[in-house]
């Protein structure tokens, strides 16, 4: 790998180099150290809110009501995984005392303890410009671990990301901390983001992003050398099942909370609802009819970026070749208008082309002739982030096989509401089979998302220096 002397790829040695300098600094930092570190860095980041905010809502139009919202969790996150360090989560050992003797009775004295991976670069998601950029999810896992972040700007608000990494330098600073520990690399190219993902001193990477970003950039990492953990999620179509059962009282409400799920943000959630199954049933056709007149006449906002919205329209026209439009309505205001698209189960298991996920307000509604035949269909869907089932709260051999295939082929399965929402807690999982992410053993929301950067070392008869 040679940067050839391009200026854009030499400013990103420079900004690597610095987090290698940090690295073992930080790696051999104490809990109080990090946890005030985080805590610093949320604390910053609500002081600046209103200005941060302001310079959001110019460049993704998200509204400001969303991003303080958003501002809120990410100041959550940060302050929860401040309590995992002093929790002492990173630092966790097991020991096994020496037994004398033979094997495989006998045994050597062995303690199992956790190092940090080293420099981590983190790719800014375009969809949540606080939550998934510079001081989003992955950096405070990654910090909490005790891995110096490299951050890649997003092309989608770059002012944003110069002016949040601004912030959280200053706390750096005023903390006496190696300057490495949190850098920024604002080349936005596809190159620049190569270069990045192959540097050799990059220990891991995280990214949220499209499929066809995400697969090039996990290739790349892929290819290095030396491979390195990529931690990418991906692209997902959500499945959200509708038993009959679910429908028999108040459908009319829950066709409106799903035209709220599917527009939500203008439908640009990685956990938005983009493939509705339902079962041949009077009470399924009326639930169709109920959700396109509740979506109908739902506005929508300008999509993050232009490139975005080209991207959905494109995704749209793709599914609309092989499936019937649910209603007709032409864009109005800045956002495009939602989109709702049908086609029966058959032609959804053999045509991969209605599998496509339409990032933006739309879902294909699919109707199956049986049970069995929705258990195809989750099959064919491969992996997503989740699955939603509504009206499986009966104990059934039915309903025993729906949640075991809605299980293989995602992270979270919902037995009610909608999937857009994703809290931070330690029992949330989300990532799962490809494509909606390429380690689905681990999730990037949540506190086990600090496990990812963390490798086991066994440590045998070591002296006591070594075990601190």
Known sequence: MSNQQDPALVGIDKVVAKAVDAAVTWAESSAAVRATLLRGLASALEHNQAQLVAIADRESGLGEARLNGEVARTAFQLRGFASEVEAGVPYRRVVDEAVAGAPPVGRPKLVRVQRPLGPVAMFSASNFPFAFSVLGGDTASALAAGCPVVVKAHSGHPALSRAVFEVAAAVIREQGLPEGVLTLVESTSRAGGTYLVQHPAIAAVAFTGSFQGGKALWQAANERARPVPFFGELGSINPLVVLPTALEHNSETLAKTLAASITLGCGQFCTSPGLIVVLESPQSQGFIAQLAEAIAPIGTHRMLTAGMQKGFEAAVATVAQHATPVFDKAAEGAGPAPQLLAADADAFI????????????????????????????????????????????ESSESNRQLVRAAE??????????????????????????????????????????LERFLRPVALQDAPAWVLG
């Open 350 to 393: 053999a045509n991969p082309h209605l599998r496509e996920e339409m990032f933006g307000p739309a879902a294909l509604i699919v109707t199956a002739r049986s049970l069995a035949q929705v258990i195809e269909v989750l099959d064919v869907v491969g992996g997503t982030l989740t699955t939603t089932l509504w009206g499986a709260e």
């Open 408 to 449: 293989r082929v995602s992270g979270r399965v919902l037995f009610g509401g909608v999937p857009t929402g994703v809290a931070v807690c330690h029992a949330q999982q989300h990532g799962g089979p490809w494509p909606s992410s390429t380690t689905p053993q681990a999730t990037s929301v949540g506190y086990a998302a």
